[in-house]
């Protein structure tokens, strides 16, 4: 079975890593995949800093108005077919390290067990870059991020979302995506606005 999609519009994350964004800082200069602190070997920022933007509504009119929150990590690990690309969902290692992220479904934390973010593109393992980790998506700031989302075959509706394997990976979904939150035990990392289709 295909996966379902559901439009950058149609959800927003619950930033579920720990810290709040740094009112001191703003949009790094050069944006948030800039070269010289997005997918480097020496962090740039100190691990696990947040900013906190407003999105407005891209050229086109397309996005939502809302706040966003990025975070500052680290991609430990990523699945070797499925690289990292903009719009793939990524969790906490399975090393346990809040900050370490990785999109593999086979060294992340545990299905529906971590916090969750979004790549802003590609990027190489153990580099340090931005990921969107809270609020609508700032496609105002990085406009690779408009576009479909994936959620399992089971479908993903309005609610709450936790995050889960995808039945059918691909370089184009990634190895994770969206499902309808199960039980209390899960994770909620997202709040979905539209049935998947």
Same mark, same amino acid.
């Given at each position: 079975?295909?996966?379902?999609?559901?439009?950058?519009?149609? $959800?927003?994350?619950?930033?579920? $890593?720990?810290?709040?964004?740094?009112?001191?800082?703003? =949009?790094? +200069?050069?944006?948030?995949?800039?070269?010289?602190?997005?997918? *480097?070997?020496?962090?740039?920022?100190?691990?696990?800093? +947040?900013?906190?933007?407003? &999105? +407005?509504?891209?050229?086109?009119?397309?996005? =939502?108005?809302?706040?966003? =929150?990025?975070?500052?990590? +680290?991609? @430990?690990?990523?699945?070797?077919? &499925?690289?990292?690309?903009?719009?793939?969902?990524?969790?906490?290692?399975?090393?346990? =390290?809040?900050?370490?992220?990785? &999109?593999?479904?086979?060294?992340?934390?545990?299905? /529906?067990?971590?916090?969750?973010?979004?790549?802003?593109?590609?990027?190489?393992?153990?580099?340090?870059?931005? $990921?969107?980790? /809270?609020?609508?998506?700032? @496609?105002?700031?990085?406009?690779?991020?408009?576009?479909?989302?994936?959620?399992? @075959?089971?479908?993903?509706?309005?609610?709450?979302?936790?995050?889960?394997?995808?039945?059918?990976?691909?370089?184009?979904?990634?190895?994770?995506?969206?499902?309808?939150?199960?039980?209390?035990?899960?994770? *909620?990392?997202?709040?979905?606005?539209?049935?998947?289709?």
């Amino acid at each position: 079975m295909a996966n379902f999609t559901i439009d950058s519009e149609g $959800f927003y994350l619950v930033d579920q $890593f720990p810290g709040v964004p740094d009112v001191r800082l703003s =949009v790094p +200069k050069d944006g948030f995949t800039g070269a010289d602190h997005h997918n *480097v070997s020496a962090a740039a920022y100190p691990i696990g800093t +947040k900013i906190q933007v407003y &999105n +407005k509504l891209t050229a086109a009119g397309a996005g =939502v108005l809302g706040y966003s =929150v990025m975070l500052y990590a +680290k991609l @430990e690990m990523q699945d070797a077919t &499925n690289v990292l690309a903009a719009r793939h969902f990524v969790t906490q290692h399975s090393d346990a =390290v809040p900050y370490d992220l990785t &999109n593999d479904a086979a060294t992340d934390i545990g299905t /529906g067990c971590g916090a969750a973010a979004v790549g802003l593109g590609p990027m190489t393992v153990d580099y340090y870059g931005w $990921f969107w980790c /809270g609020g609508v998506c700032p @496609e105002s700031f990085v406009s690779d991020l408009g576009g479909s989302y994936y959620a399992r @075959e089971t479908g993903a509706v309005i609610g709450t979302a936790m995050l889960s394997d995808l039945a059918t990976a691909g370089t184009t979904a990634g190895e994770l995506g969206l499902a309808t939150a199960a039980g209390d035990a899960m994770v *909620v990392i997202a709040v979905i606005n539209v049935n998947a289709a």
